[in-house]
Each structure stands twice: as structure tokens, then as C-alpha cells.
């Protein structure tokens, strides 16, 4: 049972991971309607900015993290600026060539300019567990999550209390009406995907020092992440929190019950199960597209 | 074969300078003769290569260009056809021709059961359901150790030899003898696609792609089609990848590599989604750069990158799509005279 | 004079709100049934119900003797069954003559293998289909612009095109979602002379639309909605006069008589 209780703690922790980027992910479709190919490849550029302050220019792992999510940010905002801007609703395709051409050109540059292989990042909290009521509890997994829930409840309380935060969600919900009543696309879009975008920049400096970082980390979490939205629901922010959850436990217990291989399938398996039965997520949006 | 009818009923597949028969029998002529005048093994190699990808290439354009849904699963096929060979030839003592015949038959299969949920709710699903399968055939590749024989793959692959009485038996192994049972499949699988795109079929495949509603409303189920033409597109994405590891002599979990859909990707969109020559020298293009510009594998990765979000950005139907293009601007000018 | 097509109580809701309530709706066979109303009266709904765009909530769909309630929309050409789109479509980077012969049955009936390799019975049907299309051009007066991509065509001229796909198809019924929206006098009369002459040789119509004039002029019977419901149905002459209808339009009667005025 105590087994248990610790993958399901490991799971949540994982999970929250999971939502950070997730939900970024979503926030762009919300917004723009456009899969971003490239959102796994931001998650590697926070890692590797970090690991480069960290390491080599020996600043401290907290400043790190707030120059590394802030320096995605602004890469993001750049591409909505000039790239992603010009994408009108329905170009759906386009707009995954387009992101998948950039995810090709930040991986490879990344590989060109820093090299291809992988680096550990170590900071004070490496290496440090606490004890929390008797359960295991590693700590710089710990300051993840937690960097993390304070990141999506600051979103929350953006998306609900400020007016640009109800800017977003009006613009995510119909964008003709939006723009009838005066919320100009382009300011509010391109803050809903720097944001987005800087949540997954987040997501990697935060966990940075638990993995190992190098060029090619993107890929693979970006697909789980692709698995976890559509389980959510396609633009549905609280459905990519739930899902995140669901799928960081779920995998968690699977992994320690069973083999490692089959971890990596839950999400897919959850993702086809979920597909058949409720074809527009658990908290779909029921796109048109 | 040109109809001399006044209007004629071919599909307008509209979207290329009309290749005329002479222009392809002069192409194969020179394929075939290729090799005597350059004999350079390296060079045969990269056509080989090229003919592989054109086959992938056409399969891809099929189901996207042409059919309109934007599929990820292509490498997918890719693998499982590959795995399939492997398995065929190793375990199973089936011919190799007849394995790759049969590999091409399995992913087709297999595409056709995917091909039903895929297509379920909205092209973003199609998407990730099609690219969540060839994931997760990747993964079974790496883990399902039993069979797959996981990272390591399974080695020492037979190839296809070409039996010709009284002259002996060639065997594949050599890269010239594979260049030509490569053209040969190519030659096949390519030219019954364009059989196809240029029959009614192709064109009702086209109508489902450009307004579906309508194709419905005049009696096509648009579900039949598309899934019919992902299920071909997996044939020939299985045969190609066949071929590929037959010639390499080895299959493993690397045939999943995200190079292959990235260059995939590229190769039809730069050549014009539905434009259906333009993608298969696309493929010759493509296949040929990285030996004309010599540079670090990355950087050119980034270049192709980049290009991938040019074409997005500014040409999105491609080199093909450019001439449509003219074209439709000629039939206005002539319009208003 | 029988029926061709019958709803009986057909609902469409969606989430709350009552689209079509309990319409019991009845085509002639042989007729030009005209179904108005104000927009947001339901009679797009009911069209798409009809003709399988969308399934009804509830309420039966018979169609030729047939059930046809929730049956999906590529069914029901193959049984004489036929619509056109508000938003005229064509498939625009096709030609004319592709546009039509797309929408043609016959060449369907054949296998992949014959139809790729172009058998001699395929060549054959492809003859015929080239001169029927080429037939229903001339009559639509498009034959000029057969080679044309159809994405150069005027509004109008869609509109024609996409009624002669809508004969190649050898319809029995045929649905018309206001084929004269948005389009000049002189295309209006053409249309409404050639929905004249088909009718003449035995084609059914079931026509939205807002214009008056047309209504009056070639409709046998109208069937007038508001808010879902069926408000009436009758002679066009009377249904004009009928005051509930004007109600429905124009809000109460201040004494006015109406002109006959397209409706934008």
C-alpha cells in the first residue's frame, strides 16, 4: 500500500510536469487553432538555457529558471510575431509544417551550436530527498512541481481576473466576436503563445537538473503531451491539467508494477480508448476544424 | 494515350505541366542505362535511396496531397513493412520478392484498421492518431523483444535476386543488381499510383479533398475514399520499406528516426502537395543534396528546417502549386479576352 | 397527387434550443413546393434533415416510399435525391466538366482495377457521361467554360454549374437552398426558366426562398415556417394574404400592402 501511495506521489508530481506543458500547448490551440509541432522543442531550449547558466556562467538555479522562462518567452513571442501571425483560422495543416520546420530548425541548432550530447546540470537541491510523512520525496523534483502549480495558478488567476486574461479566453471562444468588439488578435494572441510557450521553457529549466538535456529531449515528451491534449480535450485548459494528472499516476503505477516499455504505452493506449469513446476529449471543445 | 475528345475526362490533376508519355519513357530509359555510364557505386546507392523515398514519397502525396489529410503515420508503415520482411524472410522462409509484396499487403492491412477511429472526429485527431501510431510502433519495435529482437534488430537480411534462365542468378546484394530490382518495384508501385490519381477514382479523391459536404451530397461517402486511400498509401510506405532494409541487410528500431518523416515531410511539400511528378523528382532532389552540399549533418537540418518554414510561409503548395498557379492565371486571362 | 417526400414530427434541438419542432412537412410528387419563412425559422435545419445533413432529434423522414430518417447524405443521390448549398459549392480547382462529371453516378458502379486501366466499358461510359455533361452545360448555358477551372466562375455562375451537377445525377427530387440569393436579374430568370422546364418533364423541386416574386410565380404549393414550427402551408396566393405570415415577416399589420420584393 505504502508502494503504492509513493507512485501515485511520484505520479502527481510527474503529472503536474505534464500539465505545465500541456498546458501551454493548449493555450496555443485555444488561440490560434495550430498544433504546435514545435512546443517539445522550446521544453529542450528552456533546459538547455538553463544548463548553460548554470553550468557555465555559474549563476544560481532560481535566477536560472526566471531568465530561461522568460528568454522562451520572448523566442516565442518572436515566431507568433513573424511567423505564426499571418495564419489564419482553418490553415491547419500549414500551421503544422510551419512548427514542425521550426521544432526541425531549434533542434539541429541547438545540436550545431552546443553539441548533441547530453549534459547534467547539478544545483544545491541535486541529490537532496526529503522526508514527507514518511514518503520519499526527491527535492528537486519537489521545487518543479511546485514551480509549476504556482506557474498555472498565476495563469488562472490571469485568465480569470485580468482583462487581457478575458481577452484570451473571448478570443479562444469565438474569435470573429472578439475581434468585433475590439480585442486586436495580434496583441492577444501573441501573449497567450509567449505564454504558452515560456510555460514549457518552464517546464524543461525547472526539470533541467533532474534529466539529462540534450538537443533531442524534445520529441518524445512532446508526443506524450499530444496524447495527454487530446485525452483533455483540444483547447480545454482544465482538461490538460486532469488528463496531465491522470496520465503522470497512471503511467507512474503502470511503470512500477510492470515493465518500463509499457509506461510509455499507457498514454498512447488512454489516448485511443479515449478517442473511441468520447471522440472530442473528456472536456472537449468539439473543434471544427 | 492522349484522349482527343474536346473535353476531355481525364482528371485535370491540374496541378503539373503535363508530362507526356515520351517523357517518362525517356526518364526510365535513362535510369535503366545509368549505371553503365556511371558506374560509381555511391552513386547507385543514392538512387536507390531516392527510389525508396519516391515510392514513400508518392504514398504520402497520395494520401495528403491528393486525398487531403495530413498523415503522420507514413513512417509508421514504413517500420512495420521493414519489420514485416524481416520477419517474413527470417522466420517465416518466404521469398523475398514474395516479402515484399506481402509486407506492403500487411501495412495496408493494418492501415485499414487505423484508418476507422483516425478518421473519427477532426483532421487535428487524424493527425495524432496517425502519428501516435507510428510512435507507438516504434516502441513495440525497441521492446517487443521476442519478436523484433528489440534495439539490436535482426541482422543478415536476404535480398531479392533476378533469375534470368540461362544467363544465372543475380543477387541483390550487389547494389548494382539492387539498383534495377529497386527501379523495377519503384517504377511499378509509382506508376500504379498514377494510374489511380488519373483515373475517376483520383478524382473523386480530389473532390472529397476540396469540399466534402459536396462530394457528400452527390452521393460518395467520403469516409470510404479516404480511408481506401490511406490503406494504399500504407502498401506502398510498407513495400518502400521492404525495399529499404532488403538493401540495407538489417532492420532495427532506427528505421523509426524522425529524419525519415522530416524528409518525407519536405520532399512532398516542397514538390507540391498533389502535384504528382514534381514530388517524385522532389525525391531525386532531395536525395541528391546532402552529397552536392557538404556540410555538417545538423546545419543542414536547420537549412531544411528552415526551408519547411518558407515553404509554409510563402509556397505552400510547392513547385507543383506554382505552376497551377500560371495555369489558372492563363484560363482568367484568356477569360477576359 | 402523392407525396414524394414526408417528414413526420421532425425536431432538431440542439443543446436547448429548438431548431425545428414537430414540423410534419409533405412534398408533391411533380410539384415546386417553395418553404419561406423568416430567417431563423428552421427551414435550413429542416433541409439539412432531409437531405442527411443532419440527424434529426427526433420525427420520421420518407422519402420515395422509403425511410430515409437519419440515413447519411451520400446515400441519397443514388436514390434520385438532390441538393444544392446556400453558400453555392463547386469544387473549385476542377474544371467545369470535372465538376459534373464527379457528381455523375454511373462511372461508380465500376471496380478500381477496370476504372485504373481504363477498360473499354469504362471508356465507353466515359463517353457518355462527357456528352450528357456536355448536354446539361448548354442547357445551363455553360458549355463555353467546360475546361475551366471552376474557382474563375462568378457567384452566378456557379450557381448554374452546381444545378447542372445536380441533373447529372438524373434526380427524382431535387432541393434547392435559395438558388436565387445574391444573384442579377437576368441569372434569376434563367434559373427560374430552367426550373420551369424541368419541372415540366417531371422533376419535383423543393425550393428555399426568399423571394417573393419567384414564390408567387412558379411555386404550386408553399410550406411557411417561423420559429421551427410550420406556421401554414397552401396555394401561394393565399398564403400571402394569410396574416400570420405577414405577422411572422414583417411584425403586426399597420395596414400596408405588400409589393412583391426580393428578399436580401
Redesign the interface.
Known sequence: MEFFIQLVINGLMLGMVYALIAIGLSLIFGVLEIVNFAHGHFYMLGATVLAALVTSAGIGFFPGLVIATVAVGVVGYLVYVVLLRHFREGEFDRGIILTIGIGMVLQNGVAYLFGSSSRMVDTSLSFVSWDVAGFFVDAQRAVAVLVGAVAIAALYAVLTFTRIGKAMRAFAQNREAAFIVGIRPAVIAGIAVAIGIALAGLAGAALAPVFAVHPAMGAPILFKVFAIIIIGGLGSLPGALVASLLIGVTESVVGGYSSVALQDAVAFMLMIVVLLAFPAGLFGKGIRV | MSVSTPFSTRSTGGVQPRLTWPLIVLSLVGLILLPSIWPSSYVVNVLILAFIFAILATGLNLIFGYTGLLSFGQVGFFGLGAYLYALLTMDGGVSPWLSILLAGIGSGFVALLLGYPALRVSRASFVIVTLSFTLLTALLARNWVEITRGPMGIPKLSAPSIDLPGLGTFSGHDPHVFYYIALAIAAASIGAIYLLVNSPIGRVLRAINLDEPLAASQGISPKKYQIAAFAVAGVLSGIAGSLHVSHLGIVDPSIFDPYYSEMLLIIVIVGGPGSFWMVVVSSLVFMAIPELLRMAPELRMVLFGMVLVLAAMLFPTGVGGYFEQRKLAMWRRSLRS | MTSILTTHGLCKNYRGIKAVQDADLSVARGGITGLIGPNGSGKSTTIDCV???TRPSSGKVNYDGQDITGS???????IGL??T?QNV???????V??NL???S?S??A?G?LP????STA?KAD??T??QE??SFLELVGMAH?????A??LSYGQRKLVALA?CLI?HPKLIVLDEPLAGVNPTIIRKISGLIETLNEQGLTFLIVEHNVDFIMRHCDHVIVMEQGKKLTEGKPEDVRRDERVLEAYLGKRVGLETKGTAYA
Open positions: 437531405t442527411g445533413f447519411p447524405s451520400y446515400g441519397l443521390a443514388g438532390v441538393r448549398f459549392r463547386v469544387y473549385e480547382r476542377l474544371s466538366m470535372d462529371v464527379v457528381a453516378q462511372l461508380r465500376h478500381w476504372l485504373m486501366l481504363r469504362v466515359e463517353k457521361i462527357v455533361a456536355i467554360y467546360a475546361g475551366a477551372p474557382g474563375i451537377a445525377t
